[in-house]
């Protein structure tokens, strides 16, 4: 299921009231992680590509686009959000790919209600997953309204 939305669906209420700082290097680390994929094309698991494989393929292909681009500082702070991203080295990194998961469960539940579907697989492979407070706060948030949704449901 990968549908891209609006960068700013990325950022949910509790980052908006973070520092400047950080919602910022959120921001530019989704965009350079977007850039990676769109221009390797959006390899998925089932692709059977393997991790190292497409982290491979991203970083050529960043590497690439900085060089057509004349290099400069502007180039090593694409790299630099890049490998943050991959490494999971900064909060922001972490939060990025936190909300990269909070999205995909939220359309989940989004499809489940619509259609009255189960989709269990999604929150399976997303649990135990979320690194941050506020991702983990967000998680639990859709998982109480999907289980107050399925218990309705057998009622
Ligand atoms: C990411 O990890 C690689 C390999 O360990 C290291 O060379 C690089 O400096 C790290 N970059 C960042 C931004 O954390
Ligand atoms: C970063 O975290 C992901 C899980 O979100 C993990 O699969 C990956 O191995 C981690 N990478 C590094 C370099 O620690």
């Known amino acids: 299921m990968i549908v891209h939305r609006p960068l700013l669906l990325l950022l949910p209420l509790p980052?908006?009231?973070?520092?400047?700082?950080t919602v910022l290097r959120c921001i530019k680390i989704a965009i350079v992680h977007d850039i990676a994929e769109a221009i390797v094309g959006d390899i998925t698991p089932s692709d059977g590509v393997p991790k190292a494989e497409k982290s491979r393929l991203e970083q050529?292909?960043?590497?690439?686009?900085?060089?057509?681009?004349?290099?400069?500082?502007?180039?090593?702070?694409?790299?630099?959000?890049?490998?943050?991203?991959?490494?999971?080295?900064?909060?922001?990194?972490?939060?990025?790919?936190?909300?990269?998961?909070?999205?995909?469960?939220?359309?989940?539940?989004?499809?489940?209600?619509?259609?009255?579907?189960?989709?269990?697989?999604?929150?399976?492979?997303t649990a135990g997953k979320i690194q941050t407070e506020i991702g983990k706060s967000w998680a639990a948030e859709i998982h109480a309204r999907r289980n107050s949704r399925l218990k309705n449901k057998l009622n």
């Open 15 to 21: 980052l908006i009231f973070s520092p400047c700082a």
């Open 60 to 125: 050529a292909a960043l590497n690439e686009m900085c060089e057509i681009l004349g290099g400069g500082i502007r180039a090593e702070e694409i790299k630099e959000l890049w490998e943050e991203y991959e490494n999971n080295s900064s909060l922001e990194a972490n939060l990025v790919k936190d909300f990269d998961k909070v999205e995909m469960i939220l359309q989940a539940l989004e499809y489940e209600t619509e259609h009255g579907k189960v989709l269990d697989e999604f929150y399976l492979s």
